[in-house]
């Protein structure tokens, strides 16, 4: 989400973006001889792609007409949207459905490439995707996106430590400090909390979740509001981890994912933020940690609630596609119930549907999944806006001087909110 693509994202296609969302049947070119040819444009899957061919070829024996092709780019995010920017903007129809970062929904459809896609599902079967994806794939209350498997950001502890000295998990930021400050005084050699505070998307993921667990937003009725007491204690309190509480190391500040996962993993703290892909890794045979560990919901402020940021990835149907008929059909296929739990306990997808949540096979193959539901249910997306893209840019250094010492949480703020002001009077 750096390049210069991304940058004048939020810019490009304005104008043309009005013609495009004003909706219309979708006109299929004439069929060619021969099946129609459909090409699914998506991130690496990591592990085996095997069973996602599989999932297509099952839908291409129940649409015997039309043939559908995967091709994968990279799995940085970060290049994916280099790729889809570029071809999008120039109008390319060389691929037909493809996957979007949940934060890229609204900047895609006002420039004009993305096609409306509410009118596929019943509102029965809207109700049943978790709320924080339905927003998500939102522009002007209108659907142009399908979500199609989530995360959320967790907690997760050492229970063997916690239960050792008296401690339940914690529910409230206060008692994490109080609990990993209780530990560190007769474990050596460890760590009190690790999280992700390089200045990257990730940073932007853990301070937003501690804004929202104090009460505190960024836009409120379409204005900025990050500039606010709430938000201000909540990225001091941040700061504080490191320098006051001292529960967590300076190290954080350059953390991302992988840092604090290996760390923990190699049993080096109590407590860690991460996503929930990292629970597989460390229950892997001959983890240190295997069967050592628990999840629960991020703590909250007193007074306020976990605010768990919204990750995961939605389906989008190319508005410049030929076959668009066609495609949408690809597309109900990839966001189905059985799809989603094919690719749940083959891949290891977290589904948006949630009455997935309560099926017996998911359960057994993925104990973890059920004690997820309630983290998803509260998972809160960043900023739904189509320049979302450009305030990342600017929050991005801004949260990482305040944690770093360099700017104090009100100045960092106040820069903030008047750059987002800018950006925002765009609008």
């Keep these: ?9 939020g810019m490009i296609g304005i104008v043309s973006s009005l013609i495009f969302l004003t909706g219309c049947s979708p006109q299929s070119s004439p069929p060619p001889e021969g099946p129609v040819r459909l090409v699914l444009k998506l991130g690496k899957i990591f592990g085996d792609p ?9 839908f291409e024996k129940e649409n015997p007409g039309i043939r559908v092709r995967e091709e994968m780019l990279p799995s940085s995010s970060d290049e994916q949207h280099q790729f889809y920017a570029t071809n999008l903007e120039a109008g390319s129809s060389d691929f037909d459905v493809f996957s979007l970062d949940v934060i890229w929904v609204p900047s895609f459809a006002r420039a004009g490439w993305l096609r409306e896609v509410g009118h596929l599902l019943p509102a029965a079967e809207r109700e049943d995707f978790f709320p924080g994806p339905v927003e998500a794939v ?3 209350d209108r659907w142009f996106a399908l979500p199609w498997y989530i ?21 409230t930021w206060p008692e994490l400090v109080q609990a990993a400050q209780a530990v560190l005084r007769k474990e050596k050699g460890i760590y009190g909390f690790l999280w992700q505070g390089k200045q990257y998307e990730g940073l932007v993921c853990n301070v937003l979740e501690y804004m929202g667990s104090n009460g505190g937003r960024v836009f409120q009725k379409g204005r ?15 700061r504080d981890l490191i320098v006051k509480y001292r529960v967590s190391p300076p190290l954080v500040t350059s953390a991302v994912e992988e840092t604090a996962r290996n760390i923990f993993g190699n049993g080096g703290a109590l407590f860690m933020r991460n996503w929930p892909y ?5 229950q892997r045979e001959g983890s240190p940690v295997r069967g050592k560990i628990g999840i629960a919901p991020l703590p909250f402020f007193p007074g306020g609630r976990s605010a768990p940021t919204l990750g995961g990835w939605q389906l989008g149907l190319n508005r ?11 597309l109900i296929f990839l966001a189905s119930s059985p799809s989603q739990k094919f690719l749940a306990l083959s891949v290891g997808y977290h589904p948006t549907r949630k009455s997935l949540y309560r099926d017996k096979d998911l359960a057994e193959a993925q104990p973890l999944l059920p004690r997820l539901y309630g983290i998803f249910m509260e998972a809160i997306p960043r900023p739904v806006t189509p320049y979302y893209l450009m305030i990342t840019q600017v929050l991005q250094p801004e949260f990482s001087a305040a944690l770093s010492g360099i700017k104090s949480p009100g100045r960092a703020l106040r820069s903030a909110h008047k750059q987002v002001e800018h950006i925002m009077g765009a609008e």
């Design 138 to 140: 939102q522009y002007w």
């Design 151 to 171: 995360d959320a950001g967790l907690l997760y502890y050492r229970k063997g430590l916690l239960e050792k000295y008296g401690f339940r998990p914690p529910r």
């Design 50 to 58: 095997g069973p996602l061919r599989r999932l297509l070829d099952q």
């Design 320 to 330: 410049h596609s030929r076959y668009p008929r066609e495609a949408e059909k690809l």
């Design 278 to 282: 990292a629970w597989g890794l460390l």
């Design 224 to 238: 900025a509001v990050i500039d606010s007491p709430e938000n201000q204690e909540a990225l001091g309190f941040m």
């Design 1 to 9: 989400m750096k390049s210069t693509a991304t940058i004048r994202i």
